[in-house]
């Protein structure tokens, strides 16, 4: 070799080994791209990936009121660089007067509409709590300084994309039942339009007095204008209950994949526990040689969900209510082996409906992936249950309430083909968390973080986080192509594979032919990733399923 080259060669190899070594950019990515940059400044500024992660959350509580929030719960995933990962638990709990036959009818029978749209449903608040202690032990930049893109948001107001406007007026007919939340999501009853700017005045008021003291949200006025409330209509959430909130600090999940590590969450959720059953499972398979949207990869993933959300529903539930929750045995590579051993690998097996069923899916939530500079990584998913909650804002106060207590069983005891599940350990009681499906997991490799994902969809959550995870460890594909490609859920009954439209024709029919019944659906989620390659941190927002969803790079 002649000199020159030789040089290039060395001159190349030493840019290559520096980028390897150099930390990747920040980032951030979520629903809304007003939010990710209100997460980038504080980036910018040097503030920690948890600093980043909180102010982009009080962002989307503004700007994307349908499932951002103040009035609902969540989970903060984080991995910082130096220093051990956390878990917080800031799902909303029951409050103290819930009870397991709550959404009875004094005659016994099922009363749908208190359980997923009445006062009844709303569960204490966690959102703020929860900020404030991923804060408080990961923060670095003062409090106030977080809240404050917020308020300048809700008090100077946003202009309406396309999306939100349609969102909201979608929701105008519930909104119409309560004269203040119709005051704040229209034009005086009228549906707002693309290009409106929408201003939401008490809302910036309740988050300026957060900013100053955060403990208002429980003790304070805000506290006092939740609790007004529910005495005035007849709802069960006290003064005692909002000041008896506490997040929960837990042990993330931990797995492994194919020599990734994996970081997920724990029980209140079924989150971690499907995602990791689901890959050990899978572990044993050849996925990449069968190709990504293939019949063979579909049908596996389908099968390996199907077991995971089987033993969800026998097992899974608040560990303070159940302490026997068998984790060790679910999440071992020697229960994935026991389960693969009854996979065919080219017949669908079949859900027995004796066994198990419940209730569709009510999929609203959102996430958002945060990487600082230094490799610490946040991941946060939290939700209103469904879409914009309970639809009824706090008056004078001016953010939603939550109806998550929709996820806890409806009737015990009842179990039926009609989609009930009546198993003990998620019924409600006093001070009992909802088992969740939200699934914030954080993927290290040789002790860096790799990749940070998540997504809204209620029980579809686990399957397309799933699919990032897959898509990216097996299939190779960047971060783009790991968001993009079509996604599939199975969540053991309904006994079908629910398929986003984009899967490939020929795989649709393979699959029928194998005994699968499919659903259709135009998408399934809103998958927010960052995931480091070449040094770099590439940001992926689900742009494809909601438009408005942004990554910003520090
Ligand atoms: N409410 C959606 C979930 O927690 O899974």
């Given at each position: 070799m002649s000199f020159r080259p030789f040089l290039a060669l060395v001159l190349a190899l030493t840019l290559a080994l520096t980028l390897g070594a150099q930390p990747p950019r920040g980032m951030v990515v979520s629903q809304e791209r007003l939010a990710s940059e209100a997460g980038a400044e504080v980036l910018r500024e040097g503030g920690s990936a948890v600093d980043a992660a909180v102010a982009t959350a009080f962002a989307l509580a503004v700007v994307h009121p349908a499932a951002g929030n103040l009035g609902g719960g969540g989970f903060l995933l984080s991995r910082p660089t130096r220093g051990q990962a956390s878990f917080i638990d800031f799902r909303e709990v029951a409050p103290?007067?819930?009870?397991?036959?709550?959404?009875?009818k004094a005659d016994g029978t099922y009363d749908e509409a208190k359980h997923h749209?009445?006062?009844?449903?709303?569960?204490?608040?966690?959102t703020v709590a929860g900020l404030r202690e991923a804060w408080r032990r990961e923060?670095?930049?003062p409090w106030a300084r977080l809240v404050e893109p917020a308020i300048r948001l809700a008090r100077e107001g946003f202009v309406l994309s396309e999306n939100q406007a349609a969102s909201l007026a979608e929701q105008l007919p519930a909104f119409a039942r309560h004269a203040p939340t119709l005051a704040q999501f229209s034009r005086k009853g009228s549906p707002l339009r693309a290009g409106d700017r929408l201003v939401q005045r008490d809302l910036a008021r309740t988050l300026r007095r957060l900013a100053k003291d955060w403990t208002d949200f429980y003790r304070g006025r805000t506290a006092a204008l939740i609790a007004r409330d529910m005495a005035a209509n007849g709802g069960p959430i006290t003064a005692a209950d909002l000041r008896g909130y506490r997040p929960v600090r837990r042990e993330p999940l931990g797995g492994t994949y194919r020599g990734f590590e994996l970081l997920a969450a724990p029980p209140p959720s079924s989150g971690g526990q499907v995602l990791i059953e689901s890959l050990n499972l899978l572990e044993g398979f050849d996925l990449k040689a069968a190709g990504p949207g293939s019949p063979a990869a579909v049908h596996l993933a389908a099968e390996a969900l199907r077991r995971a959300f089987a033993d969800r529903a026998q097992f899974l539930g608040d560990p303070a209510f159940n302490p026997g929750i068998p984790l060790d045995r679910l999440l071992s590579k020697a229960h994935a082996a026991e389960l693969r051993a009854?996979?065919?690998?080219?017949r669908a097996s079949v859900s027995d409906p004796a066994r198990f069923s419940w209730e569709l899916d009510r999929p609203h939530t959102t996430h958002l992936s945060v990487l600082d500079r230094e490799g610490s990584a946040v991941s946060l998913t939290y939700t209103?249950?469904?879409?914009?909650?309970?639809?009824?804002i706090v008056p004078g106060a001016g953010f939603l309430l939550n109806?998550?207590?929709?996820d806890f069983n409806a009737v015990p005891g009842l179990t039926d083909a009609t989609g009930r599940i009546g198993t003990p350990p998620n019924l409600a009681r006093p001070g009992q968390r909802p088992l969740s499906s939200m699934c914030p997991v954080i993927l290290v490799k040789d002790g860096s973080v790799l990749m940070v994902s998540g997504s809204p969809g209620g029980r579809t959550i686990p399957a397309t986080v799933l699919a990032t995870v897959l898509n990216v460890v097996?299939?190779?594909?960047?971060a783009r192509a790991a968001v993009d490609a079509p996604r599939i859920h199975h969540q053991?009954?309904?006994?079908?594979i629910q398929v986003?439209?984009?899967?490939?024709a020929a795989t649709q029919e393979a699959l029928k032919k194998m005994g699968h019944a499919l659903k259709d659906v135009p998408k399934q989620g809103c998958a927010q990733v960052i995931l480091v390659r070449h040094g770099q941190a590439e940001g992926a927002a689900d742009t494809l399923r909601w438009s408005d969803s942004g990554a910003v790079g520090e």
């Open positions: 103290a007067s819930a009870h397991p036959r709550m959404w009875l749209d009445s006062l009844a449903s709303v569960g204490v608040p966690g923060g670095r930049l009854t996979i065919q690998p080219d209103l249950e469904e879409s914009y909650g309970l639809k009824r109806n998550e207590l929709g097996d299939f190779g594909m960047d053991w009954l309904p006994d079908r986003e439209a984009t899967l490939p």
